[in-house]
């Protein structure tokens, strides 16, 4: 509320001299390459021994064996059981990350920890990626801070589509062009992305072309499509005839 205040402020304040403008709502974060790069089941290539070893009792096998006791004594569901159980499979297969989930149910009582293997359905930070090749997600487990679960992803989407409507009425208001970023960077972060003069972006890490290697912020290119958005914005709304910039006048990543 306070946010939204000091931007209706500030665009009254604008257009209170009659200047004409143009404002963007927000992006959803979560489709940019710093989350969107590695799998959220990251593990694979792991040998009979490694399995082994990590299934023991004196790793992950004892804590699956205070899971199985905890289920019995009625203080977890199967349905959580099954959440936390840790299961790592050899070979080609395709294992999950251990992590720290801080929204499990609290059963430190019992001596132990919030842990469950990732799924699909979370976001592994692309910083995190260092730290997999390290065995972190297997010998030892991977810190909240570096995963967005589908808890935590949903909460985000939920405030950015709030805020997104409260822009929206904000420049309805004030009659002002909205470039509406949120479904833009949907675009980008598709299959098929953004084409501009026959080259196509997207939000790939590094091939796709937008983003820079820390898989947050825009390449010069990326900045140009963004322009570019702005642009037909304003085209829209004041029926002007700005042209495009060309996205590849732009610097993007230099691929060897």
Do not use: C, W
């Amino acid at each position: 509320e306070g946010a939204n205040g000091f931007v209706t402020a500030a665009i009254k304040a604008l257009v209170a001299t009659g200047a004409k403008g143009v404002i963007a709502n927000i992006p959803s974060v979560t489709a940019i390459p710093y989350f969107t790069t590695v799998p959220g089941t990251p593990i694979t290539g792991l040998s009979d021994a490694q399995v082994a070893a990590l299934m023991s009792a004196q790793a992950y096998g004892k804590y699956n064996a205070g899971l199985g006791q905890a289920k019995s004594a009625g203080l977890l569901t199967d349905a959580e059981y099954q959440q936390r159980l840790i299961k790592f499979t050899a070979g080609s297969a395709i294992n999950g990350a251990v992590i720290v989930d801080k929204d499990l149910k609290n059963l430190s009582a019992l001596g132990l920890p919030n842990y469950r293997q990732t799924t699909s359905k979370d976001l592994i930070v692309l910083t995190a990626l260092s730290l997999l090749r390290q065995g972190v997600g297997t010998q030892t487990p991977l810190e909240d801070k570096y995963v967005l679960t589908a808890k935590e992803t949903a909460k985000a989407e939920a405030a950015v589509i709030k805020y997104n409507a409260a822009i929206a009425e904000i420049a309805t208001a004030n009659n002002l062009a909205l470039v509406d970023a949120y479904t833009e960077m949907k675009k980008l972060s598709s299959v098929s992305g953004i084409k501009y003069y026959g080259q196509t972006y997207t939000t790939t890490f590094v091939s796709g072309g937008a983003f820079s290697l820390d898989g947050v912020h825009l390449t010069g290119s990326g900045y140009a499509i963004v322009a570019n958005m702005f642009i037909d914005a304003i085209n829209r709304k004041y029926q002007s005839t700005l042209r495009h910039v060309y996205p590849g006048n732009y610097p993007g990543i230099a691929i060897p």
